[in-house]
């Protein structure tokens, strides 16, 4: 069978990665990106998991979806791709390939920070609580109480502090928050998140060197950014 023309102006629009793979393996028509990408080389599959699955679709003639782990023959690094492979004008087969190796990795560290947050919530959280109950029982020592009461204020802030930077961290997701956005120079932000982790480094004997180029300006919101680059210093740290 001949392949329609157009077929390549079709496939060249397509978000995913897109092959056509004739009776005898060879790839007659792909999208650049299935190039780009590292799928194709020359009129071949790269990845013997992709020929597998595209054997499998010839010979019972089913559509089949399917998550690889592909390693790019550029990096060597692995690809998360999500496949669909699909029998087509009698022998040949299209296969289309979404690379989700950025969502997967989105995931992971949203992931992480659920886990991180959840571990620094219980020690303000659990501190609260006992300091609420050595309170109770030091109501008849006046300076005991206010001692705990100090203490209990320190948490609260540092709770505080906590769930301001989750909701700041969760507006970093969203794209209605650069509705608002103005110039900002990136060493403005980068000094103040330095200034801020301070404390943090210096309690660990941490030194902070600081080293920006004061020419760069973006667009966005300077508070974000400062929380955005905090949280990388504070990763590091």
């Known amino acids: 069978p001949v392949i329609p023309d157009g077929a390549s102006a079709i496939l060249s629009v397509l978000s995913s990665s897109a092959l056509v793979l004739d009776a005898s393996e060879r790839v007659v028509n792909n999208s650049p990106t299935a ?15 992709l020929l597998d699955l595209s054997r499998a679709v010839r010979r019972d003639g089913v559509i089949r979806e399917q998550e690889l782990t592909l390693h790019r023959p550029q990096t060597g690094q692995p690809a998360f791709v999500s496949v669909r492979a699909a029998p087509i ?3 040949h087969v299209l296969l289309l390939i979404d690379d989700r190796t950025q969502a997967r990795r989105v995931e992971e560290v ?3 920070f659920v886990v991180n947050v959840s571990h620094e ?13 050595a ?5 008849g020592d006046p300076e005991a109480t206010e001692r705990f009461a100090l203490r209990m204020q320190l948490e609260a802030a540092r709770l505080g502090k906590l769930i301001k930077e989750i909701v700041d961290l969760s507006k970093l997701q969203s794209a ?9 120079r990136l060493a403005d932000v980068v000094a103040e998140a330095v200034e801020v982790s301070q404390i943090e480094a210096g309690a660990k004997d941490i030194a902070i060197t600081e080293r920006s180029n004061p020419d760069v300006w973006v667009f ?3 508070g974000l950014l400062v929380t955005a680059v905090r949280n990388l210093i504070g990763n590091a740290i």
């Open 110 to 112: 949203r992931r992480d």
């Open 35 to 49: 190039v780009a990408d590292g799928f194709v080389a020359g009129d071949r599959l790269v990845h013997p998991a």
């Open 89 to 91: 004008l009698d022998a």
């Open 220 to 222: 966005g919101d300077f």
């Open 176 to 184: 209605a928050v650069l509705e608002a956005a103005e110039p900002v």
């Open 135 to 139: 309170i109770i029982d030091a109501k």
């Open 121 to 133: 919530l219980k020690t303000p959280v659990g501190g609260l609580s006992l300091l609420a109950e």
